[in-house]
């Protein structure tokens, strides 16, 4: 296991900026794992799990820690028959739902355009287009901090809504768990009712949807805020954050390279030379807007690792 220094983190994230990880190691076995994560315990540093990056914000003043990204023998995709796989944490989750329908099963199709990894899609629940990882996820298999590896199902995942049991497992270092792999049950395309073709075409028109509607060309890190419960008092029916924070006048809001996205409203995207910071402050300044204006607190969905 080689342990870098120094590593810089706009090369591994998908908003490109960031600082520095004082160490960063690309683990190849569960052994990897444990040793990075004793590293970072004899070193009294904190240690963060990197998946594709894509829903993350580093400080430019870097991670004082251990991060540690999952190489390619947590990518497997195991065929476990009847619609049953196992996948590596460290599987693209688009990559995994493409191959899906390729094998001829429909129930997670609809998030091949979702960036990122499986690791990452389960501890965030990824979802789009009425598809959530929970709907299909049957067990997560993830290693404790003691060292032994637990399997759990996917009732005992507390998944809900952007949300897993592991995101507050991570705020004790005690507690938190890695993501090592998950197993789903899927339909076949027979039983949901659709041929392989439907589900294909499913997929690409959310993939159009995808492309039509949000600023793939230019550095972000998805949506910046999550849905939101309820919407104004004059119009409940109204969930979506971009909607609120168009409304405020706000797409095309720049502080520094970071830009409110003109495409999207809930996407903030590197535009030129945005620095973490900038994209914070924006994130913030959109905040205060919208709440301002419709009473409305916007809670951010990309997550903040460092110091600001």
Do not use: W
Not at 54 to 68: E, P, W
């Amino acid at each position: 296991m080689e342990i870098l220094e120094n590593e810089l983190m706009s090369k591994h994230t998908s908003f490109k900026v960031g600082g520095a990880s004082r160490y960063f190691v690309k683990a190849e076995s569960v052994d990897d794992i444990k040793d990075a994560s004793k590293f970072a315990k004899d070193k009294g540093l904190p240690h963060f799990i990197l998946g594709n990056g894509t829903n993350l914000l580093v400080s430019d003043n870097g991670f004082n820690g251990l991060i540690t990204t999952l190489g390619r023998t947590f990518s497997e995709v195991t065929d476990l028959d009847n619609g049953k796989f196992k996948v590596g944490a460290a599987t693209p989750l688009g990559g995994f739902a493409r191959k899906t329908i390729k094998f001829g099963f429909a129930g997670i199709h609809k998030l091949a355009g979702i960036p990122g990894t499986l690791g990452g899609a389960i501890y965030m629940n990824a979802g789009a287009y009425g598809q959530e990882v929970s709907q299909t996820c049957v067990e997560v298999e993830s290693l404790c901090s003691d060292g032994t590896v637990r399997v759990r199902t996917a009732d005992e995942c507390g998944f809900g809504y952007r949300h897993s049991l592991f995101q507050e497992l991570a705020a004790n270092p005690e507690t938190a768990e890695i993501i090592l792999s998950a197993t789903f049950q899927l339909q076949s395309a027979e039983v949901s009712g659709k041929d392989s073709y439907t589900l294909e075409t499913e997929m690409q028109e959310c993939m159009a949807k995808r492309k039509a509607s949000q600023p793939l060309n230019m550095p972000n890190a998805g949506s910046t805020f999550k849905r939101l419960d309820i919407g104004a008092a004059d119009m409940p029916q109204q969930i979506a954050p971009g909607y609120y924070i168009e409304q405020s006048g706000l797409k095309g809001y720049r502080i520094g390279g970071a830009e409110v996205s003109t495409v999207h409203a809930n996407f903030i995207v590197n535009a030129s030379g945005a620095t973490a910071s900038d994209i914070k402050a924006l994130s913030e300044y959109v905040q205060k807007t919208v709440a301002e204006k419709f009473g409305i607190q916007l809670k951010r969905e990309i997550i903040l690792l460092g110091e600001f």
